[in-house]
């Protein structure tokens, strides 16, 4: 079992940069895959990144590939997703979400993941 909480959320101006943190309360951290999520209004959820258990492979959807980077610290057990050069369609609810088991191409299946944090505003003005 796993809590997540994500923070770092806020209103940033095109072209600027936010990170997003994904703390993780619970045991075995390290043996999660994480993804991360975001659903703009009127819109379905959509995946934008998930890395590894070990944070050594990631996924990036088309439309952030190049200016979102997720990672993770275990030690920590926080995952983060740093945004860069935001853009105003990349407004939304962000979700750091969380499955047991390897980087398979489950991660692509919002069903796969078990746990969910509760989301954060990100605004992107223009």
């Known amino acids: 079992q796993v809590q997540l909480v994500e923070s770092g959320g806020g209103l940033v101006q095109a072209g600027g940069s936010l990170r997003l943190s994904c703390s993780a309360s619970?045991?075995?951290?390290?043996?999660?895959?994480m993804g991360w999520f975001r659903q703009a209004p009127g819109k379905e959820r959509a995946l934008v990144a998930a890395h590894s258990r070990t944070g050594q492979s990631a996924y990036y959807a088309d439309s952030v590939k190049g200016r979102f980077t997720c990672s993770r610290d275990n030690a920590k057990n926080t995952a983060y997703l740093q945004m860069n050069s935001l853009k105003t369609e990349d407004t939304a609810v962000y979700y750091c979400a969380a499955y047991t088991g390897g980087f398979s191409r489950d991660y692509l299946a919002g069903d796969s993941y078990e746990y969910w944090g509760q989301g954060t505003q990100v605004t992107v003005s223009s």
């Open positions: 619970g045991r075995a951290f390290s043996s999660y895959t």
